[in-house]
């Protein structure tokens, strides 16, 4: 199936009543936005997080929320989940990875351990996640994955030593879903957000520029979702200015980035 060159890559989101969506790291930030949004538009959503208090916070007795709480470290976890989901659901018409690691470092700060961990959460996570979903919206010839990468994975950016790469990853993997899986029917969406005031962004020190809130955000997401983008990144003040960085010499860019080592120092 070829795609018409004005066509949305996507196919338009006219309503979420009745969508059954799995939310990966719905417990804070983001995800806890998305979950309360769909929610109330009528969506059946599948909360998952590791902390299930905050879960519980979040779907607020809902009557259409699923709380699962599980590790998406754990691989069982996953396959335990999707059952759990058929029997409550039948499925999954959308999967949101929203769940992810962050430590602000410097190359030379790195440790084996901690890097191990973000690359579990951030990048192996979503391909267990994908591998446990996939073969159930392929067999009903219908359902979207959205993965939730970052800005951070457009360009090396400092102090991003293990995050940037795993979201850059990312973006990577969403390019080739959306070849693999656009002619079977199912949708990809790449999210990249700019930056977001979260538990992960907190953990900085240096200035924000165009921070927004999770409510935000959510909103963002699903107006692009529902314009039917495949990649959706916000805010374009500030995502502009990185995808500017991405085409410009590797000798420019780096004399930048040198010029904001030496304000910062």
């Known amino acids: 199936m070829s795609i018409p060159w004005f066509a949305p890559l996507n196919t338009p989101v006219v309503t979420w009543k009745n969508k059954r969506i799995w939310l990966i790291g719905a417990s804070s930030g983001i995800g806890a936005a998305l979950a309360k949004a769909f929610l109330a538009q009528g ?24 709380i699962l709480p599980m ?33 602000p470092e410097r190359s030379w700060e790195m440790q084996s351990a901690e890097v191990a961990k973000t690359l579990r959460i951030n990048l192996l996570g979503v391909y267990q996640g994908i591998c446990t979903t996939l073969p159930g919206m ?35 993997l969403a390019e080739l879903l959306y070849t693999d ?17 979260t538990e992960l962004t907190a953990k900085n020190t240096f200035m924000m ?34 995808k500017l960085l991405q085409i410009i010499p590797y000798r420019w860019r780096f004399a930048l980035f040198e010029r904001f080592l030496n304000q910062q120092g």
Request: glycine fraction near 8%; include cysteine; charged fraction near 20%.
């Open 43 to 66: 969506a059946s959503v599948i909360l998952s997080a590791r902390r299930s208090d905050q879960l519980e916070l979040v779907a607020d007795g809902h009557p259409n929320a699923l």
């Open 71 to 103: 590790d998406v470290q754990d691989e069982l976890a996953w396959s335990e989940g999707q059952v759990k989901i058929e029997q409550r659901f039948g499925g999954v018409d959308l999967i949101m990875f929203c769940a992810a690691n962050y430590k």
């Open 138 to 172: 392929l067999k009903q010839k219908s359902g979207g994955i959205a993965v939730i990468a970052s800005v951070a994975g457009y360009v090396g950016l400092l102090n991003a030593s293990v995050y940037g790469p795993s979201k850059a990853a990312l973006i990577n």
């Open 181 to 197: 899986l656009h002619n079977k029917n199912l949708d990809v969406y790449l999210i990249n957000p700019g930056f977001v005031k």
């Open 209 to 242: 520029p165009a921070l927004q809130t999770p409510e935000q955000a959510a909103a963002s997401i699903i107006k692009g979702m529902q314009r039917g983008l495949f990649e959706i990144h916000f805010p374009r003040r500030f995502t502009y200015v990185l």
